[in-house]
């Protein structure tokens, strides 16, 4: 067997407020019957005023560190249950500045020490870029122990008077821990799929705020600093763009679709799902959903899809697991593993 990255702990946190449908609906010119016709959504969670994406990322971590050494300390894994992880990979588009990066001041709140850490930025693809990029760390040796997080606060770029933006987007963090370990083990992270195309850019996009507006006099134009996404053609290349990325791993490493036990995709939509699920030929059984009660939650997407299977007795240890995403970028990837016996402890907010 190879050295190979194992997943070994998992974490999510979430905002203590919800926003429900209704509330929505006696702001904007929407209802929850529009909300959930066109989303899947019921609720989301949203920041309170001070909170930033680091919080919510420091409180997931920290679960998943300790549901890491849970489980290390009631199975021999072959590695101490204290080892330090030695590595943080954050996945965000909306740190708590534009610079630093955010990951350092998550590890150093933490208590993990002068670790390298930084940020990934691929919007909803970004924890399985960050996961691919620990991972990839971790197999040639750099790093012995990585906590991986997808943490972002969407709430704080969305115009407040744009209906669909706010119906769709919430505010969270998920992480996950990895370790060395060999291929052949439950949690081991059997292969990757990656890809983007650069010319979608401005399909799902901040317009203000980067290097472009700020090289131009003046402030930037009305609007530009907050999030905007073309939804239609976003729709279209999200589904085509998951299904052939998930195919593609799928010949990979050997599954068919039949043989996957649980999908957990990015979770923008209720639509989206269902249509990469006919693209694979899924059952609705083999598809993990949790956007009616976080909404999309960019990068904590998948991570926070995860602990609720888990949570849910949905996700059994044994069970071959597909992770796909799509995000700006355009950008896209699939992960895949089987699931391992994990401590987990009480399920997130």
Same mark, same amino acid.
């Given at each position: ?23 929505? %609906? ?19 969670? #949203?920041?309170?005023?001070?909170? !930033? ?6 409180? %997931? ?32 588009? @909306? ?24 940020? =990934?930025?691929?919007?909803? @693809?970004?924890? =399985?870029?960050?996961?691919? @990029? ?9 790093? &012995? ?23 769709? +987007? ?16 439950? &949690?081991? *992270? ?35 600093? +907050?999030?905007?996404?073309? $939804? ?13 990325? !998930? ?25 989206? *799902?269902?249509? #990469? $699920? ?12 949790? *956007? ?19 949570? $849910? &007795? ?7 697991? *597909?992770? @796909?995403?799509? &995000? ?22």
């Amino acid at each position: 067997m190879s050295r190979a990255a194992v997943l070994c702990g998992l974490g999510g946190s979430l905002p203590e407020r919800i926003v429900s449908n209704e509330e929505l %609906a006696e702001q904007l010119d929407t209802s929850d019957r529009w909300i959930r016709t066109r989303t899947g959504i019921g609720q989301r969670h #949203v920041v309170a005023p001070g909170q !930033s994406t680091s919080d919510l990322a420091v409180a %997931a971590g920290a679960q998943a560190l300790a549901s890491a050494r849970a489980t290390a300390g009631r199975a021999d894994h072959g590695v101490d249950p204290v080892d330090p992880v030695d590595l943080v990979v954050l996945a965000t588009s @909306t740190p708590d500045r534009p610079c630093p990066a955010t990951a350092p001041d998550v590890a150093h709140r933490l208590g993990l020490g002068p670790v390298p850490s930084f940020d =990934v930025s691929a919007v909803c @693809t970004g924890f =399985v870029y960050a996961l691919a @990029t620990a991972a990839s760390m971790i197999t040639a040796g750099i790093a &012995g122990r990585a906590l991986v997080i997808g943490a972002d606060t969407f709430s704080t770029i969305l115009d407040p008077a744009d209906r669909t933006t706010r119906a769709i +987007f919430g505010d969270g963090a998920g992480a996950v821990v990895l370790r060395a370990g060999d291929s052949g083990e439950p &949690g081991a *992270l059997l292969g990757f799929d990656l890809g983007s195309d650069g010319s979608g850019a401005d399909l799902i996009t901040v317009r203000a705020g980067g290097s472009r507006q700020r090289s131009v006099p003046g402030p930037a134009a009305e609007g530009e600093e +907050f999030f905007t996404m073309d $939804g239609r053609p976003v729709f279209t290349r999200a589904v085509l763009d998951m299904s052939r990325s !998930s195919q593609s791993l799928l010949e990979r490493v050997g599954w068919s679709a039949a043989e996957v036990d649980k999908v957990v995709a990015h979770q923008a939509n209720i639509r989206i *799902l269902n249509a #990469v $699920g006919e693209q694979l030929g899924l059952e609705e059984k083999q598809i993990v959903a949790n *956007l009616d009660r976080v909404g999309n939650t960019v990068a904590a997407s998948i991570p926070l899809a995860l602990r609720d299977a888990v949570a $849910g &007795g949905e996700l059994q240890p044994g069970h071959r697991v *597909l992770l @796909t995403g799509f &995000g700006g970028g355009l950008t896209w990837g699939s992960a895949a593993l089987v699931w391992p016996e994990l401590e987990t402890g009480r399920p997130h907010r």
